[in-house]
């Protein structure tokens, strides 16, 4: 069974960066692909950005160009870089699955974005 522990979020300015830390945990689980998500208040859970076994990557056009997504196979993590941030960034913050959630959601990281 896998466990997701998100970290890394906290209060920050509009124009401000942040670097979001996933770590996975589980017998035998490494991580090879993996997403993003994150779900502002009243609002969906949406998917942000993912990374692929090949090391590609997707994102979601509202943070396209200010968010990257990276891995650390030997650490069994996955990161997020945001710059940029804006208030409408504001929301917890998730992994999971690079499609879908493909396992139990872990607590999320709160990230709020001060105008």
């Known amino acids: 069974q896998v466990q997701l522990r998100e970290g890394g979020g906290g209060l920050v300015q509009a124009g401000g960066s942040l670097r979001l830390a996933c770590l996975a945990s589980?017998?035998?689980?490494?991580?090879?692909?993996m997403g993003w998500y994150r779900q502002a208040p009243g609002k969906e859970r949406e998917r942000v950005a993912a990374?692929?076994?090949?090391?590609?990557?997707t994102y979601a056009d509202s943070v396209r160009g200010r968010f990257t997504i990276s891995k650390d196979g030997a650490r069994n993590a996955v990161y997020l870089q945001m710059d940029s941030l804006k208030p409408e960034d504001t929301a917890l913050y998730y992994c999971?699955?690079?499609?879908?959630?493909?396992?139990?959601w872990g607590p999320g990281t709160q990230v709020t974005v001060s105008s």
């Open positions: 999971n699955g690079p499609m879908f959630p493909d396992y139990d």
């Open positions: 589980g017998s035998m689980y490494r991580v090879h692909a």
């Open positions: 990374i692929f076994g090949d090391g590609s990557t």
